[in-house]
């Protein structure tokens, strides 16, 4: 924001305390005329909120004046430029680190411009695609047109040239050319090409690098216990792992955490059935085999049952008290739907750390004595309320009752992972639904003081998933579908898929239920992450299924069979490892070198899903290279036999390097999307 941007926000927010100063004015005028009624009690409420707003206005227009450093800041960037490069791994540790094509170019342009340009502050670095080119840089336009404001007579194509002179010596970019209104054609080098696949050949994939480590806590999945997981928790579990192993794979240390809902007044419901139904159940542990059935008579008698009510409330308050026999069923009732989660997690391959809203109760109150010594609490209606900045809706951090909420332990648990676990980036993987009430949670945080401008908080929403009539999906008579139902029917549908296919009959036992679990998870998977997180999806178990298009099906049999390529030349590993380490990599085929870039772009990847958060992209590339490969193996003869014997005659070493380059960056991908793969499907 610059100086004048934020001059005129000033403006705005005292033209508002003006308006709302004259608003208060004339209550008090009113209040003077009027007896003592309810009007007179209700104008007095309105009178208290119109102070706080006022005040609160006030402090944050005084925290803005209170920036002159910032300001300043933003007045000298109209005059200079700075430098925005990304961070370069160590000189002496190079050999651990995959390339960013477009974050190296990006550097290389910065300091070019930078040497030319060094006065225009509007300079940025844009890179691109190109479909003439590899990539292709379009800064020169904005940078000419900058200079016209200050009265300099220079054309794009010139501007261009500037920047093509200044680029520093490198192994990158083999050629530029600069075209039309000032666009820099940008060739990449077949020589870096081949260091970059001699270093994947030999090392793997590896992931790019980024700078500091950070501590990353991640909230995924977090469904309620005593009610079974649904299929509204499918793509929080399934978004929440994969960005995980993603932040994993960068070297990050990642905290998983599964905010469970293992506390509140249905507790007090359930156990008071306990104890109905088992009375010895401390004694004994009662065979509570279907909890979600147990839930529903316990709620009946609590909405049925004034008597059986009263007793409920009653053993919330016990519970809240930490009463020996009541937090014994407390947590016999969350290990019976323990196990059911574990059920799917292990099913799923998902990893968590349990860490629900019980683990935060002692640390609610903390939370409200520090909001009321920061002055930042209102009592409306024997409520205590946080107004955090540009927020709609205020947090309630005591009920009436004397309570905490959702909003108290939401505080509570952002505090914990901020100031005790010493977070840096804290991520909530959760519906979109949520948007108003976790702005309102991370405002709060600020407003005290918590979370610092270094902080990376984000709320990682997704939309709902839709069944195929376009609606909520449910079952047919209307029910929440159940997680479990769920991965049944795809382990159903996907064994007989490989029937269909007569896998059976090539597959071992063994085998054919590992392909199962692999076809069946990976496509309920590989749906949901395929689609933008931020939008619904249509769940069809028929169009996952299919062997064709951007599918689990159809990228797991196409890793299988490049795997299968150097497997059935009988070339090894370590063969390829002595064949990159002893020759050159050709690349002279068209076909070839398509290939090469496409590889290459995987780091770039990796670099925007870690940023923008948005996994469908990592699927997006694993589709296009498997496309690229195939366009590849069709045209480029990588082991050639005998048309009468079968007998291998040659094999094309290079061009299984290209096969075992795609195969691993694939296996990576479907690691970090959190798919198995097979090497026999």
């Excluded at 910032?70 to 000298?76: A, L, R, T, V």
């Excluded at 205020?394 to 009920?399: D, E, G, H, N, R």
């Excluded at 040659?650 to 096969?659: A, G, K, P, Q, T």
Aim: a neutral charge; one cysteine or more; glycine letters at 6%.
């Amino acid at each position: 924001m610059d100086y004048s941007n934020l001059k005129s926000k000033l403006d705005q927010q005292d033209k508002l305390i003006d308006s709302l100063e004259k608003e208060l004015t004339e209550l008090i005028q009113q209040r003077d005329k009027l007896k003592p009624n309810e009007e007179l009690s209700k104008l007095l409420v309105d009178r208290e909120k119109l102070t706080y707003r006022i005040k609160i206005l006030k402090r944050s227009i005084q925290e803005e004046l209170n920036k002159p450093k910032s300001i300043s800041k933003m007045k000298s960037s109209n005059s200079a430029r700075k430098l925005t490069c990304k961070p370069l791994p160590p000189a002496s540790n190079t050999e651990n680190y995959s390339i960013s094509i477009t974050d190296t170019l990006y550097g290389l342009f910065d300091r070019a411009i930078q040497t030319e340009f060094s006065d225009i502050a509007e300079a940025a670095v844009v890179i691109t695609g190109s479909k003439v080119a590899d990539y292709q840089c379009n800064s020169a336009m904005a940078i000419c047109q900058a200079l016209k404001t200050k009265g300099e007579k220079v054309n794009p194509s010139q501007v261009a040239q500037k920047i093509v002179a200044n680029i520093e010596k490198n192994d990158l970019i083999e050629k530029t050319e600069v075209s039309g209104p000032g666009f820099i054609n940008i060739y990449l080098s077949k020589i870096f090409a081949q260091t970059q696949l001699k270093k994947l050949v030999n090392h793997g994939a590896q992931a790019p690098f980024i700078g500091e480590k950070k501590r990353t806590v991640i909230d995924f999945s977090s469904p309620n216990i005593a009610k079974e997981m649904h299929v509204g928790h499918l793509r929080s579990t399934i978004i929440g792992e994969s960005i995980s192993r993603l932040f994993e794979y960068f070297g990050h240390d990642v905290l998983r955490l599964n905010h469970l809902g293992d506390w509140g007044t249905q507790f007090g419901m359930l156990i008071a059935h306990l104890k109905d139904k088992f009375p010895n159940y401390s004694q004994e542990i009662p065979p509570i085999g279907d909890l979600q059935a147990f839930y529903k008579e316990s709620k009946k008698r609590f909405d049925e049952d004034e008597q059986f009510k009263k007793r409920a409330y009653e053993c919330v308050v016990k519970l809240q008290n930490y009463d020996p026999e009541i937090i014994k069923g407390w947590k016999l009732i969350c290990d019976v739907s323990r196990k059911e989660f574990e059920y799917i997690y292990r099913e799923l391959g998902i990893s968590l750390v349990e860490r629900g809203e019980s683990f935060y109760q002692n640390l609610m109150k903390e939370v409200v004595v520090e909001f009321e010594k920061a002055d930042l609490v209102k009592v409306e209606d024997g409520r205590k309320l946080v107004f955090p900045p540009n927020v709609s809706i205020p947090l309630t951090i005591v009920k009436s009752d004397g309570g905490y909420t959702y909003d108290t332990s939401d505080l509570a648990a952002l505090k914990n992972r901020l100031i005790a676990e010493k977070g840096d980036v804290l991520l909530y993987v959760i519906d979109a639904g949520q948007s108003v009430h976790m702005q309102g949670i991370f405002s709060a945080g600020r407003q005290i003081g918590w979370l610092k401008p270094n902080h990376r908080v984000e709320h990682v929403e997704f939309g709902v998933v839709l069944g195929e009539d376009k609606k909520k999906f449910k079952t047919r008579s209307g029910d929440t579908v159940r997680l479990k139902d769920l991965l049944d029917e795809g382990l159903s549908r996907a064994l007989a898929k490989l029937k269909e296919k007569e896998r059976d009959k090539v597959l071992s036992a063994e085998e054919l239920v590992a392909a199962q679990k692999a076809v069946a998870y990976g496509c309920i998977k590989y749906a949901d992450l395929s689609h933008n997180r931020t939008n619904e999806y249509i769940f069809s178990f028929d169009k996952m299924l299919e062997d064709k298009g951007n599918t689990a099906v159809y990228m797991l049999y196409a890793y299988t069979r490049i795997r299968s390529i150097a497997r059935n030349a009988g070339i090894t590993s370590q063969q390829l490892k002595d064949f990159v380490n002893g020759n050159s990599i050709s690349l002279n085929d068209p076909k070839e070198w398509k290939l090469a870039k496409q590889i290459l772009k995987f780091p770039e990847i990796l670099i925007k899903t870690l940023n923008d958060l948005l996994v469908h992209s990592i699927c997006d590339y694993m589709y296009e290279l498997a496309t690229v490969f195939t366009e590849f193996y069709d045209n480029c003869y990588c082991i050639e036999k005998d048309r009468q014997t079968g007998e291998i005659k040659s094999v094309n070493m290079s061009r299984l390097v290209l096969c075992d380059s795609t195969a691993s960056v694939l296996a990576t991908c479907f690691n970090l999307l959190g798919l198995t793969t097979l090497e026999k499907m």
